[in-house]
């Protein structure tokens, strides 16, 4: 089991406990966000169950997330990266990401993925370059899932 880590900084706090991450705050962003929108909250709550979660707090409120989906030594994807619209522009994102990477398995990791189409700027900081070489990056892409998906009928929000 991997030992939760904290970050603090005037006021802020970044955790990856698991039981801290607010399903609803995450899912209410997500559900509107340009690359998720739609998704439930049941499969909003299974990805935290199963990746490594970096939420950003303020004040005990949940203003920012982003998660690993890892394998704990060799791969990860960095996914679901968000700052809430109010808190942007206090370079809290720069310091999210800084904490994604100061976590002891983000030193193991030969790659690191990160699918976006917002803030290249931020991501280059750390290291990030686009992937543009011919017959090398493979994907399966399914942008419209959660709006196309049929929902249960008596699924309603928890």
Wanted: aromatic share 14%; charged share 25%.
């Amino acid at each position: 089991m991997i030992a939760t880590q904290e970050w603090r900084k005037e006021g802020y706090l970044i955790t990856t406990d698991k039981e801290k991450q607010d399903i609803a705050a995450i899912h209410r962003y997500l559900t509107r966000s340009t690359w998720a929108a739609g998704i439930d909250r049941e499969t909003v709550a299974i990805s935290v169950q199963n990746s490594l979660n970096f939420g950003l707090f303020h004040n005990g409120e949940q203003i920012g997330f982003a998660r690993l989906v890892t394998d704990y030594a060799t791969f990860a994807y960095l996914c679901d990266v968000y700052v809430l619209e109010e808190y942007q522009g206090e370079k809290l994102g720069r310091w999210l990401i800084a904490c994604c990477h100061a976590h002891p398995v983000f030193a193991k990791l030969r790659r690191i993925v990160l699918f976006t189409s917002t803030a290249p700027w931020l991501y280059e900081k750390f290291g990030y370059q686009p992937v543009n070489r011919q017959n090398y990056t493979w994907t399966i892409a399914r942008p419209d899932i959660y709006q196309n998906a049929k929902k249960p009928a008596d699924q309603s929000e928890r």
